[in-house]
């Protein structure tokens, strides 16, 4: 997509495409999705998009300014299905955990789009729900507001740098995917005491620790970390 600006109101059609469906913001981006789950980062085109929606390409700037919007609202799309479901409980680790495992689900769910927009601030309604709720989770435990954006901050942004880290491995191609996986059993376990005593004595912990993601064990590092600060209760 290029820079086209259209006014507000002359955004939204009614008529249907040709595959009987209605345009929407919505239909929109659940198709570019499924298109960049398929095909990859080139699949985020004004062409293919509108190929697979059975609609004008132009029709598409109605919805969305350029493709740097399109991508923002997938960013945002990923957000909002972490957070379904989702419920506070009133325990503040508990929440944490939950929310930051529900993060880092969604993006493995989706990780060709996970690599193309976890990093990108969307300022789009799923994603300032999701900062409202984190800081009213660290807020309501009694945190300090100075603290409290700071826990976040780093909250979010571990749950991020993991959820991206894991699932750009994911978005490799299959074999490149497996020969990373083979190299731990392929080169690791074959180095010598000698001269890597540690990994030697290590190895199999690590090759087995090291199929799996980090982040749930990072995770709760963090959380035990934030309670070791937690200031103590009035009274206490």
């Excluded at 493709?67 to 960013?75: G, R, S, V």
């Excluded at 699932?167 to 010598?192: C, F, G, H, I, T």
Aim: aromatic residues 8%; hydrophobic residues 45%; contains cysteine.
């Amino acid at each position: 997509m290029s820079e086209r600006v259209i006014p507000e109101g002359g955004r939204r059609r009614r008529r249907p495409t040709k595959q009987g469906a209605v345009l929407s913001e919505q239909l929109i981006v659940e198709t570019a999705l499924r298109l960049v789950a398929q095909h990859g980062a080139d699949a985020l085109s004004v062409r293919r998009l509108g190929a697979a929606l059975g609609a004008d390409p132009s029709a598409l700037y109605r919805y969305f300014h350029n493709t740097d919007a399109l991508l923002l609202a997938l960013a945002d799309e990923l957000i909002g299905r972490a957070q379904e479901g989702w419920r506070a409980t009133g325990d503040w680790r508990e929440d944490l955990r939950a929310m930051g495992l529900r993060i880092h689900a969604c993006y493995l769910a989706h990780p060709q789009a996970a690599a193309l927009g976890a990093y990108r601030t969307t300022g789009r309604p799923h994603e300032t729900r999701a900062v409202e709720r984190i800081l009213g989770i660290l807020r309501s435990a009694g945190f300090p507001d100075p603290f409290a954006v700071r826990a976040y901050h780093a909250f979010v942004d571990q749950a991020l740098a993991f959820a991206t880290l894991d699932a750009a491995a994911l978005a490799l191609p299959k074999a490149a995917r497996e020969a990373d996986e083979a190299v731990w059993n392929a080169v690791y376990s074959r180095l010598p005491a000698d001269t890597h005593p540690n990994v030697a004595a290590a190895f199999p912990l690590l090759a087995a620790d090291m199929r799996d993601s980090g982040y749930p064990f990072a995770l709760e590092l963090m959380l035990n970390a934030m309670a070791a600060l937690r200031p103590a209760p009035p009274g206490a």
